[in-house]
């Protein structure tokens, strides 16, 4: 089986970038990352690529009439390179129908909450907000709408009286980077089956 070619969207610290980025060079990863898609340039996962010998396809949202128009030119990258999954950690911007449509199925986000509880922006703080005890990380793949597309694996995380949002989101962050990698390596083996909202997890 060919190697998977995964592109990466990131627009802030890239922990997430970082720890797909390590389990492919360990060879825990049987697909290669070929591209990172990055609205800051500031953005330090874009050092954390250059670092990576990773390419990067930079862009500045304000320069375009509408996001349909930069994200074609994505689109027109992705098909060149070749791109058969889109890993979304931690790219804050909404996605149009000119990317999430070709991709359905082949698009995957992470989000540090159990959904459908606490979608959107601060799901960590809503949590802590909400004095939930249990809460932690999904990833899922992408339909266009708030953090509502189908779900493919969950991790608990159990909230201590003592936390706040710092504590929390240390490891908040470390059950992520542990799921994210298994779940992509799930689908580079050709084990995670999508049929309506239900997603199956193939045995070997």
């Known amino acids: 089986m060919a190697k998977l070619r995964i592109a990466v969207f990131a627009s802030g610290q890239g922990s997430n970038f970082q720890a797909l980025a390590d389990a492919a060079l360990a060879g825990?990863?049987?697909?290669?990352?070929?591209l990172l898609v990055c609205d800051k340039a500031a953005a330090p996962v874009v050092e954390r690529a250059r670092r990576a010998g990773i390419d990067t396809w930079l862009f500045k949202p304000k320069e375009y009439?509408?996001?349909?128009?930069?994200e074609e030119e994505i689109l027109a990258e992705l098909i060149r390179r070749g791109i058969d999954l889109i890993v979304l950690a931690g790219y804050m911007?909404?996605?149009?129908?000119?990317?999430?449509?070709?991709?359905?199925?082949?698009?995957?986000?992470?989000?540090?909450?159990?959904?459908?509880?606490?979608?959107?922006?601060?799901?960590?703080?809503?949590?802590?907000?909400?004095g939930v005890k249990l809460t932690g990380v999904t990833v899922h793949f992408v339909d266009g709408g708030m953090d509502s597309g189908p779900i493919i694996a969950q991790r608990a995380v159990e909230i201590a009286d003592s936390d706040d949002e710092a504590s929390l989101a240390e490891r908040?962050?470390?059950?992520?980077?542990?799921?994210?990698?298994w779940v992509v390596q799930m689908i580079a083996e050709g084990r995670v089956a999508l049929g309506g909202r239900r997603v199956t997890i193939r045995e070997r």
């Open 172 to 181: 908040i962050h470390a059950a992520e980077q542990a799921l994210f990698p």
């Open 28 to 34: 825990k990863l049987d697909g290669s990352i070929e």
């Open 65 to 70: 009439a509408s996001r349909e128009q930069y």
């Open 93 to 130: 911007r909404i996605l149009t129908p000119v990317l999430v449509e070709p991709f359905y199925g082949r698009m995957i986000n992470i989000h540090p909450s159990l959904l459908p509880a606490f979608p959107g922006v601060n799901g960590i703080r809503q949590a802590l907000e909400y």
